[in-house]
């Protein structure tokens, strides 16, 4: 069976393309180069994702969605730019899962991934610290690598605060266990 790959590949409205990353648009406050999307109405808990047919479903409610039946692949047939933009999203969720402990109540989960989702200093495609530099292009100039480093930035800020509300979605003195159990696991066996 193979991995899940992005219903965002399908998409007739091609997003802007850095080396082979995609600026797709995204359902957030977080500032960034991101075209932002409508708020579902009405309005959803944190927790959750709108439907897949809705206008405010985004590529971070599909990485969340799909997280932990991808992190079982080993192999991803890439079949289009929004899989780039997954299996970059897919990675960082693990590396947030990494830095929650079972003891962790909600305030201390929220300073370790938020710290290392504010952290500027992270490797983007085509960086030699990169680990995916064989499925992604550099981008030209660095003008691009700038508005592709702030994209990505952008992803990973809105991306740590949805993953915490799902991890602490019952409790806010426990994360789920649900959600831990897939700290040892690495998609494709490779971290950011």
């Given at each position: 069976?193979?991995?899940?790959?992005?219903?965002?590949?399908?998409?007739?409205?091609?997003?802007?393309?850095?080396?082979?990353?995609?600026?797709?648009?995204?359902?957030t406050k977080t500032r960034g180069p991101a075209y932002v999307l409508p708020q579902p109405?009405?309005?959803?808990?944190?927790?959750?994702?709108?439907?897949?047919?809705?206008?405010?479903?985004?590529?971070?409610?599909?990485?969340?969605?799909?997280?932990?039946?991808?992190?079982?692949?080993?192999?991803?047939?890439?079949?289009?730019?929004?899989?780039?933009?997954?299996?970059?999203?897919?990675?960082?969720?693990?590396?947030?899962?990494?830095?929650?402990?079972?003891?962790?109540?909600?305030?201390?989960?929220?300073?370790?991934?938020?710290?290392?989702?504010?952290?500027?200093?992270f490797a983007i495609p085509g960086d030699p610290a990169f680990p995916l530099n064989q499925?992604?292009?550099?981008?030209?100039?660095?003008?691009?690598?700038?508005?592709?480093?702030?994209?990505?930035?952008?992803?990973?800020?809105?991306?740590?605060?949805?993953?915490?509300?799902?991890?602490?979605?019952?409790?806010?003195?426990?994360?789920?266990?649900?959600?831990?159990?897939?700290?040892?696991?690495?998609?494709?066996g490779k971290s950011l």
């Amino acid at each position: 069976m193979p991995a899940y790959n992005s219903m965002f590949n399908n998409d007739p409205n091609i997003p802007r393309l850095i080396g082979n990353v995609p600026l797709l648009p995204l359902r957030t406050k977080t500032r960034g180069p991101a075209y932002v999307l409508p708020q579902p109405n009405p309005p959803i808990p944190a927790n959750e994702s709108p439907d897949p047919d809705s206008e405010s479903y985004d590529i971070l409610d599909e990485v969340l969605t799909l997280f932990r039946a991808n992190t079982f692949f080993r192999n991803f047939e890439i079949q289009g730019p929004a899989d780039r933009l997954l299996i970059y999203g897919i990675l960082f969720v693990s590396e947030c899962l990494g830095k929650i402990r079972p003891q962790h109540s909600l305030r201390e989960a929220t300073k370790e991934v938020l710290n290392t989702a504010l952290d500027l200093n992270f490797a983007i495609p085509g960086d030699p610290a990169f680990p995916l530099n064989q499925i992604y292009e550099p981008p030209r100039d660095r003008q691009d690598a700038e508005q592709l480093r702030q994209y990505l930035s952008q992803v990973r800020q809105e991306l740590a605060s949805r993953l915490l509300a799902r991890v602490y979605d019952e409790d806010d003195t426990k994360p789920s266990k649900w959600w831990l159990s897939f700290t040892k696991r690495k998609f494709m066996g490779k971290s950011l």
